[in-house]
């Protein structure tokens, strides 16, 4: 597929518009690992995901992080274009979970299609609000829903992710994401498999009782 | 002063949308507990303060509260605007706080008026941002800090709001403004009572070490 079929408003844009974007943009191949957005003034710019996956995330002064949302195929991540929205006072980090490939619009150019066109103007606005429902769902997470549920509920959406009921994640990276000490995972990991719900290897959370644990994370 | 100092993107209308706006929108003295906006589909518009103070807060199924924002003199609420953002996803309550007087912008005109101007669809995109960006800081906050210093912030932020050291607030709406218990209110309240920081009559807290207080709340 071609550039166009991955930013929704293309259609919109002037044939000049259109021919700096081509003409502008970049198209990058990052191995799984790689920081794109750490939060700093300088930023990239729009990231339009090809193939692969990207993590957004908050860090504490402390290192404790916590997953705000994913990006996978034809998602567009407007977090790492922070700079060019001086309302975004905080700061998120933007990681390639696995291989992936994004095209990437530069902030500057963004911005200029931002006050040149209503369509992408709107089209930004509804992407924010978008992330920001993200965040709302979240936040209603760690307030109201206890970590079993949070947890149960995690797990199943990684297999759903991953397509496999063997997870190859480290309790400290399901902390990392849940936004809670790794003792706190490993306590409740071991609960689940007390429960038959998960088989606990090295590295790995093998899912024994799907049916269950979709039940008690409300899925 | 006149409604156009109210809403910031207003040179940047044209004469007739200025007309429209003027003709259109509507000006309303709400009591204070008056709730403007209930997270239904349907919805009022853009809200400018004139005068008051606006709440903004989740409401949890089991009836719990937390304050995401609060608006004052010149501030506009988008929350009370979902109905025209099919992205926003989430349920935000909005009441008067105080006697309160606000225009309302109905939703269906504004929407339109985003999709016109150039200048109205970047406006809100920043304001959407700036109230996501309060909703991070929240976040943040509820993830990160500790509760004893969410509530000695919290008290000297309402100390300012008030312009006073005695604070008419029962525990149990000091409680929804920080999305716990009353029992965790108390608990901590009499905590900084012990401690010399405030005093403890019924419905009210009087603050006695304002210092040390803002201290503890990193203020």
């Known amino acids: 597929m071609d550039f166009s079929n991955y930013f929704p408003v293309w259609d919109k844009l002037t044939a000049q518009q259109q021919h700096t974007i081509r003409s502008v943009s970049e198209f990058r191949s990052v ?18 995901v090809r193939s692969g996956q990207l993590r957004a995330y908050l860090l504490s002064d402390e290192g404790r992080e916590i997953t705000i949302c994913r990006f996978f195929e034809m998602d567009i991540c407007m977090f790492s274009a922070s ?12 990681e390639a979970e696995k291989d992936t490939e994004i095209w990437i619009i530069p902030a500057c150019l963004y911005q200029n299609l931002m006050e040149e066109s209503v369509a992408v103007a709107n089209y930004s606005r509804n992407l924010i609000t ?21 947890l149960a509920k ?17 309790h400290e990276k399901i902390a990392n994401h849940l936004g809670t000490a790794r003792e706190v995972v490993t306590r409740m990991l071991r609960y689940f498999q007390n429960e038959g719900m ?3 290897t090295r590295g790995s959370v093998d899912i024994t009782d799907e049916k269950r644990l979709r039940v008690l994370g409300d899925i």
């Not at 700079?83 to 933007?94: A, E, K, N, R, W």
């Not at 978008?130 to 949070?150: A, G």
């Open 154 to 170: 995690f797990l199943i959406e990684e297999s759903v992710v991953e397509d496999s009921l063997s997870l190859k994640l480290t």
């Open 83 to 94: 700079c060019v929205m001086p309302d975004m006072q905080f700061d998120i980090l933007v």
């Open 198 to 200: 998960v088989k606990l």
């Open 130 to 150: 978008n992330h920001f429902s993200e965040v709302m769902w979240l936040m209603e997470q760690v307030m109201w829903k206890s970590f079993d549920k949070r």
């Open 31 to 48: 191995p799984s690992g790689t920081l794109l957005h750490d939060g700093s003034p300088n930023c990239l710019g729009l990231l339009l």
